[in-house]
Structure formats: C-alpha cells, structure tokens
C-alpha cells in the first residue's frame, strides 16, 4: 500500500494539509502568459519557483517552457527586487527579444512589498523597454488562493491592457479560462460553426501543443496577439468561462471599457456546453448550425447507448472548481453519483453549487472547498467509489483502492493526450465518456470470472 | 539531421564567441569566465567561475536552496515525515517528482515518500506569524502519523517574516519524547543554487541524527554511501552489489534510507562518497567526529563499479573481502561487455554534451565513453570550483555573501564515539601504495583539450551549442528537455532518468547502454522533414494525370 498510513477515520486537521488538491499561485500566471503570442512569461522571486513551475507546466505538456526569474538571494530580499527586475527586462529584451513580457510575482517578492507598477514605469523611463514592446504584472501571492488565482490574476491584467472603445468591433470576447490548448482550439471551432467574430484570449492552443520538426522557436506561432488584447475593450462583448478563472476578466473589461459580460460555467459535459451554445446563438442573432445539433444528438446517443453502465455508478473526484462544476453536473446528467467531491482552492460558493448540483444524488454527497487529497481518500475509505477522476497524483489512491481512475485536470504528469483531445464540448463530452467506459469496461473484462467473460456487452 | 550537416572542424574560440555575442556587456563578460576551453594539463587545471549568482533574466537550469534541501537530500527518505512550512507550492513541486524509490516493503515499515504535507501559509499568517500553525501541524503529523521524525523546512516567506521553526521543532521534540523533531533554514533565496541546500541539509543530519543510534552495528565490512540518492533504483543495484561482496552499507545518504540508518552511519569503516558536491563536507566531518576516513567512488559505468568495489576492498586489506570483490566482478562483467558490444557499432564515435547536478556530468562520461562516444562539452548547474578543479582548491575558495550566510558547523572529535578505524602506519602504508583519501580530481582533467565546460548553462547558450556542435544526444533536465528535442536531437534526462533506471552498478551500465542505443538509434530523428518539405520543386505530376 502506497498511502498505507492514512486512517480510514476522519479526524479534522487545522493546520496540516497532506497532500494537497492544488498549487501556488504563480504557475498558473505562467500558463496564462504563455497564451499571449510573443510572450515571455517572468517570475519575481528566487529563481527555484520558476524552475518548479517549468518543471510541472514542463511535464504536463511535454513542450518546453521557457520563462525567466529574477533569481533573488539574500540581498535582494533584504533590499527589495527592483534592481533584479530591472536588470532581467533588459537583459530579457536583449536576449530573447520577445513581444511581450508578462511579470508575475511570487510569495517572496510579494512579502517584501515590490511594486510592479513603479518597477515597470522605471523601466521605461531608462530605456530598457524597447519601443513597441509590452510589459504587464500581475500580483500573485502563493499565501492567496490557489493557482486558479493566479491564472485569473494574470488574466485580469491582461484585460486590464484593454483601451476604452469608441468604435465597436463586433467581435465578442471569449475568456476560456484554465482549459487545455486543444479545449481552446475546440472552442474557437464551435464559434466558428456558429459564424461569431471572435477574440480569445489567452489562447495557448499553437503554443504548447506544438510540432517536432527540427526547429526550436521560444515563441511559437500561437497565441493571441497583444493587439488583440489591447483592443478587447472594442468588443460588443465578453463570454468569460468559469467564475473562478475568467470573471474577474471579465468584470474589468466591463468597468473599465463598458464592454458587457456574462459568466458562463466552462463548457464540459451536456447542459454546460448547451447552455455556451445557446449563448452564442443569442449572441449571432441566428439559429444553432446544424452540424453543431448534431454534435450534441451524438453525445446524447453515447449517453442513452451505455446508460446502463454510468447508472448510479459513484464516483470521487478532485480538480479546480470551474472544471468541477461542469464535470459534476456531466456525470449527475448521466445518472452517474458523483459522491465525494475536493477542491484544494478556497471557496464557499463551489460548496453550494456542488450541493445544489447533486441534491438529487441518492447518496450523502461529501464535497470541500479547500480539501485534501487525503481527505478524499479517508472519504473513500468509508464509502467507496466505482470510479475516480482527477489529476495524476490520484494514480496511488486508485492503486491502494483498486479502483479504475481517468486523469483528468492538472497536472497530469504520466500521461499524453490531454494537450491534444479536447474535453470541452459535445465531442469532448463524447472524449470524456469514451475514457468513462473505457475503463469501467476495462475493469469488468479484468474482474468477471470466465464464465462471464464476454465479447459484446 | 544527417550526418552530412555535422560542424567537423569547430574552434572552441569561436564557439565560445558566439555563444557571448548576444548579451549585454556586463552579461557578456560575467558568462565568460564560466565558459572554459579545456586545456588542463598534467599539472594544472585551469581556473573557473562557479557557484556565483545567477543573472536575473537569463533562463537558467538551476532550482534553489529548498530544493536541494528537502527535493534532493530529504525527499528520498522513508520513515522521516518531511513537513514543509510555507504556502502550497514548494510542498506541491516536491512530491515525487524526483523519481526517488523506496522499497519500505511489508505494511509494518513506515513509508512516508509518497505523502506531501504543508502548513500551506495563508495570508493571515504571514501577516501574523507562522510559528503557531506549524506547531499545530506537527502536532497533527505526529497525532497521524506517529513517526520517529518530522523534519521541518522553511521556505521563502518563512524567512521574511522570522518565524523561529528550530525554536518550535525543540518544543516539539521535548513535548512528544519519542518523536526527534529538527528544522531546515532552507529559504528559496539563501545561496545562489541547489548548493546551499544541500550543506544545510547535511548540517542537519549530521547534527540531529548521526551516531544517535543505540544499536551496535557488528557486521564485517561497513561502510557508509555519501552523495547517492537512489533515482531510478541506482540505490537499489549499488547495495545488491555490495551485499553480493559480503560489503555492509550502513547508511545511503540519503537514497531509501531509514532514520535509523542515519543514526548509526558512525558506526561504518568507511565513507564512500559518490555525489561530491552535494556532500563532501559531511565525509569530512565523519572523519573528524568519528575517525572514519572517506574515499571518492563512483558506481556509473562499469569500469567505475569495479575500479570503486577494488578500492574498498584495497582500504580493508583483507583477502578474504579482496577475493569475493574479483569474484563478482569476474561474474558481472560478461554480460555487461556482452551488451556493450552490441551497442558498439552503433554507438562509437558518437557524441554527447551533459549539463547536470554537480557531479554526474562527470560520472556519466565513464558511460558514455565505454560505448566509444566522446564528450564535447559539459558542466554543472550548481557545483563549487572544486568540483571543476579539485580538491586542491577548496582552499583558496572566496567565502562570498552567498555563501557566508550557509551554516558552517564546527566539528570536533568526540569524546565517547570517535575511534580511528586505522592505524597511523596502516593509513601512510596505503596512501604509499597509491591509495588516495580524501581525493578528487574533479571534471576538468577528465575532459579533452579544447571541450568546453561551461557553468550554469542556460537555455540560450544550450540551444546555441546544440544549433553549433549538433551533438548525437544532450543530457540535462526536465526544463531543457523538449527545446532540445525540437532541434531534433535526442535528449535524455540525467537529474530524473526521464523513466529508465537504475543506471549504476553492472546491472545500470546494461540498462544505459541500451537506452543510449535507443535514443541515438530511434528512427523518429529522420523524421523531422516531410517528404514535400524535403523536395518542395514540383517537377514531375501525378501518375493519373
Ligand atoms: S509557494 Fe511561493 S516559494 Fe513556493 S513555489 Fe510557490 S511562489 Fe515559490
Ligand atoms: S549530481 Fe547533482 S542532482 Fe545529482 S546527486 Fe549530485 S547534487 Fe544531486
């Protein structure tokens, strides 16, 4: 047993978090930068976050990472990182010479109280921004939130570049939120059936899902362009997908650019995509595609095709809390019980949802905002589950417990295929009851004896 | 990329030349006294910068002083719980992902390797103070858990806002009575590199473990494993081949070991010290606490395995142990020199570059250059001179800020424990016959006239290096992975193993040799063009037309 020592009795911890459901702010800002084209993302602090946060973001993607530091020591933390930071902007534009720089802090830099604002002014009082380039900051404090937060922090300094509009674009901006590269690409393939002008961003589908052909480019050829960004504040409106990741977003570009938002839940699952689909109808005055109805009779003939096997099957599952929300209420729609649910970012209001989400599940329904992992294995324990979903840290509970585990979320550290098949929409539904089945069937096929061993089910 | 494309005549001057162009002046002048052309010589080594702060913005390889500390000294052990004390993150990066194994087989064994446990600070205690959520955390560790140590780690804000983690861990240690609580001061930005990390890891064994053990350890030929930290199963083939010699191995520092083992790591003969950078200083300080002298080994590759296993066997001087020693290496060699000739062909003449650690871009050219494949260039992410130069050096080492602020501990014999395992005569008579204590030559002398050794690559100057010198395989670690892969040459993991492993020992050496082959062999690097792309000239149609 890998996780031999967890009791199986709860007892309620106050200060010890073991292993936990989620990570620091700054790599989340890291992964939103990367979806802003040209950019070279940058970490206020000593120089071990950055390689941590490359390191995970690395693994995840199988891309390269490239983001640079400040490399605090001592004296810069005694003395304040403004001369660090200012010495790596200009070493940055010389070296790497990318568009944009987009600076985020750390739980050190933001201790010590440095002001990005007034670093970057100074910058560009000294000449070390070049003419034409882009720097922007966002604060994020690993003591706050979760890494959620921070994807969110930079996301909002990215609309907060945003220009007041005096002419419409007739664009409507989307915010995907913290989605895969493939989920981003998904989502500007459904506008397009849809026939809506769209602005995305970020976007970091070209990005890190890129190509091997014996070239290395730090700045690939993905992402959404900084001008594009800048004249967000143009659109006619904002579609921000996810509360969590995305509102706030969305929220800045309406106080400061009187651009109109509606927050929507991330398009996972059935009712979540119908209800962005419908949206986006709303939005281009116009009838649903045909292709896209199509999509969805699709998904709804998995559903009804396999019902028998999601049928009250319980399930534990752990992640950030937008992708949560659309997946409970995936698996609730399938008749599915989704029983033991953990978050490791901070919220009340996820608790609700969730509770609201699953009032007709016939089980007690055990969820957490700011859980643990092993919280949810001692869940577990009590009330087991047939099937587990989360990211792959959950590989040790499925193996001590026997049960059959699809990896969905981040990180997902041992596997492939997230960066490449998309989770969101209809035929990410269709992606994600695939993988349901999949292993359902699969541990069936292992477990009936002989007799029962079949070929059609 | 074909062979035809190869830069067969390079200068290093100009290589070195081109990586310095594009820097800022001040930039520019500080990479390049870490950027060496090799031309050591019989007597002297030539001279180079290391273990000096890295330039804010440049992308580098290195990770920080809590990383090596809890990542790289800690993390491999098992019944230690390690509690992290700071926000999430540091905790969250930690866990597992060095590929540390640890066999705590059967359910009464502790195993705490796969738990990653934080006080996960929140707003209110930085601005407060962290001092009572961490007691309480231990408390609740201990109440969970009940281990025979939790060893607790600072990181970055921890520092900034003072909380007093030794002062809590004593408390701790005296209310609980069986339970040895003990703090690391291992702040992200103390130091300049995973270095400093290492030392106050180290520190802090020696000072709150070592020679606490009540059991006499009475087996024949003890020794204890410095610097080795079982990635992969390293670990794991080492102490097979010792134990196959009839060699005891006391205490692996810190590769699957057990509190216990570090407890009684006084009681070896002998301290063999593979990784030296990451622990050099501890081989020292067993030396003068306990009398237990210290020789460098090197179990990569398998030459360096048998040269190692002699060496041990030479300081016991007892033909029994001399014999057993042959014996084994008579029995494992065949099929490593079996495998190694298979992969020959392929492999000779072949090039590599290794950027890792602070030792094993040194230990892993034994491998490559027993499958005839030469090193181009190389260096290290976070090692001192000495590492580079030698022994000799440490010296006439600068004690910098940086390094000022690491905690040097005074050691001195002690009183009860310390007993020289040999005599004065016995010690000047090997040392006569060409034994060496306390030795290493470093990575310069091993290496070509005209390699470059360059320190604290960076992703600019690597990716300069590979455009330039197209070796046949690059070795770094996870951040530089892919980039290099993009260019189209293989890279191979030498920090994690990407998945392979166990590498050392006889059994390690097979398993390299066959994962080089597959790297430097692997059709998908012929791959990179597609057909169009490769003659794009439409000249002739389409048969059907
Ligand atoms: S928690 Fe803070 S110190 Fe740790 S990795 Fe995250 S930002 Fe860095
Ligand atoms: S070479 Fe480096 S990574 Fe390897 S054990 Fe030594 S210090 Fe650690």
């Not at chain 1, 109280?113 to 720097?135: C, H, N, R, S, Y």
């Amino acid at each position: 047993m890998l996780l031999r020592h967890t009791p199986k009795e709860v007892t309620e911890r106050k200060a010890l978090t073991i292993n936990p459901a989620k990570t620091c702010q700054p790599i989340g800002a890291m992964y939103a930068a990367l979806g802003i084209k040209g950019c070279l993302p940058h970490s206020h602090g000593s120089q071990g976050c950055c390689a941590y946060h490359r390191s995970t973001l690395t693994r995840h993607y199988k891309e390269p990472i490239s983001a640079a530091t400040s490399s605090f020591t001592e004296g810069a933390s005694v003395f304040g990182g403004q001369a660090n930071l200012l010495q790596a902007i200009n070493n940055i534009f010389t070296v790497y010479e990318p568009e944009v720089i987009a600076v985020h802090t750390t739980c050190l830099s933001e201790t010590i109280g440095d002001d990005l604002p007034q670093i970057f002014d100074k910058a560009i009082k000294e000449k070390k921004v070049p003419e034409g380039k882009t720097v922007l900051g966002a604060p994020t404090p690993s003591y706050v939130g979760s890494h959620v937060t921070g994807f969110s922090n930079m996301v909002k300094a990215m609309a907060a570049l945003a220009r007041k509009s005096e002419n419409r674009n007739g664009k409507v901006n989307i915010i995907p939120g913290w989605v895969e590269p493939c989920d981003m690409e998904e989502i500007k393939r459904l506008a397009a059936m849809m026939d809506v002008k769209i602005n995305m961003f970020p976007d970091t589908s070209g990005v890190l899902n890129g190509p091997l052909n014996g070239e290395y480019h730090m700045f690939p050829d993905g992402g959404t362009p900084i001008e594009d960004i800048k004249s967000s504040g143009d659109a006619s409106g904002t579609l921000a997908l996810g509360e969590w990741c995305s509102a706030d977003a969305a929220r800045t570009l309406d106080s400061k650019c009187k651009v109109p938002c509606s927050v929507l839940d991330m398009p996972f699952g059935l009712q979540a995509t119908d209800r962005f689909i419908d949206a986006l109808r709303k939005i281009a005055g116009t009838s649903v595609a045909e292709e896209v109805s199509a999509e969805r009779g699709q998904l709804v003939d998995m559903i009804s095709d396999m019902h028998q096997y999601f049928y009250h099957k319980k399930v534990a599952i752990f992640g950030d809390p937008d992708q949560l929300i659309s997946m409970v209420e995936f698996l609730v729609a399938i008749d599915m019980c989704p029983i033991h649910i953990v978050t490791g970012t901070p919220g009340k209001k996820f608790e609700r949802r969730i509770k609201e989400i699953t009032k007709d599940v016939p089980y007690e329904v055990n969820v957490k905002a700011a859980g643990d992992m092993f919280l949810l294995h001692q869940w577990i324990k009590n009330e087991p589950v047939d099937l587990l979903i989360g990211n792959t840290y959950g590989k040790y509970m499925a193996r001590d417990e026997d049960i059959p585990f699809i990896r969905w979320g981040f990180p997902i550290l041992d596997r492939q295929g997230h960066q490449y098949f998309p989770t969101v929409g209809y035929k990410g539904g269709i992606r994600m009851l695939e993988k349901i089945l999949g292993v359902l069937l699969d541990r069936m096929d292992r477990d009936n004896p002989e007799e029962k061993f079949e070929l059609v089910y | 990329m074909g062979k035809a494309q190869k830069a067969v005549q390079w200068d290093p001057t100009d290589i070195k030349q081109k990586l310095l162009e594009k820097y800022p002046p001040k930039v520019a002048r500080k990479r390049a006294k870490q950027i060496l052309i090799n031309e050591a010589q019989e007597n002297t080594t030539p001279e180079i910068t290391a273990n000096v702060r890295t330039i804010p913005g440049i992308i580098t390889m290195r990770g920080c002083t809590y990383a090596g500390c809890k990542g790289v000294i800690m993390g491999p052990t098992s019944d230690i719980v390690n509690l992290v004390h700071g926000p999430i993150g540091c905790s969250f990066y930690a866990w597992l992902t060095r590929r540390n194994q640890s066999d705590a087989s059967g359910h009464e064994n502790a195993n705490f390797i796969n738990y990653c446990m934080s006080t996960d600070m929140q707003d209110s205690d930085i601005i407060f103070g962290g001092e009572k959520k961490l007691e309480l955390a231990i408390q609740e560790a201990y109440d969970t858990f009940h281990p025979k140590a939790i060893a607790i780690f600072a990181t970055c804000p921890v520092g900034l806002i003072g909380d007093d983690i030794h002062a809590v861990a004593r408390k701790m240690k005296e209310k609980f009575g069986d339970c040895n609580v003990f703090a690391f001061s291992c702040e992200g930005y103390k130091g300049v590199s995973q270095s400093a990390g290492h030392h106050i890891a180290n520190n802090q064994v020696f000072t709150h473990l070592v020679g606490k053990s009540e059991q006499e350890k009475t087996d024949k030929y003890k020794i204890n494993l410095l610097g080795e930290y079982n990635i992969g199963g390293d670990g794991f083939e080492i102490d097979r081949i010792l134990k196959k010699c009839g060699i005891t191995n006391i205490a692996t520092f810190s590769g699957n070991s057990t509190y216990d083992q570090f407890a009684s790591a006084n009681q070896a003969d002998l301290s063999c010290v593979m990784c030296h950078r990451s622990i050099n200083y501890v081989a020292d300080m067993l030396e003068t606490k306990y009398g237990i002298p210290w020789i460098k080994v090197n179990f990569i590759g398998a030459e360096a395995t048998a040269k190692s296993l002699r060496k041990i066997g030479a300081y016991f001087a007892d033909q029994e142990l001399v014999d057993k020693i042959e014996e084994v290496i008579a029995e494992e060699m065949p099929s490593v020199k079996a495998i190694c000739e298979d992969v020959l062909p392929r492999t000779t003449g072949k090039t590599a570059m290794l950027f890792v650690g602070g030792s094993r871009a040194h230990h892993y050219q034994e491998l490559f250059s027993e499958m005839g494949m030469k090193t181009l260039s190389a260096g290290y992410e976070f090692a001192h001179r000495d590492d580079y130069e030698g022994r000799e050096v440490i010296p006439n080492l600068k004690v910098d800020a940086d390094s000022r602020n690491i905690e040097e501990i005074e050691v001195s014999a002690d009183p009860e424990l310390f007993k020289p395992r040999k005599s004065e005569e016995e010690l000047k008579a090997l040392e006569k016959s060409g034994f060496e204590f306390k030795e290493y030559e470093g990575l310069i002398p091993d290496m070509d006239k005209d390699t470059l050794i360059i320190d604290d690559l960076n992703q600019y100057e690597a990716e300069k290096l590979v455009e330039l010198l197209k070796p046949d395989i690059f070795c770094a670690g996870i951040k530089e992975k892919f980039s290099i892969q993009k260019l189209g040459i293989p890279m191979k993991q030498l920090h994690s193993y990407d998945s392979g492993g166990p590498y050392a020992g006889f059994k390690g050496a097979i398993n390299f040799y066959q994962e080089i082959d597959r790297l430097v062999t692997s059709k998908v690097w012929s791959y990179m063009k597609a057909p169009w792309e490769e003659n794009p000239e439409l000249s002739a149609t389409y048969v059907w037309e």
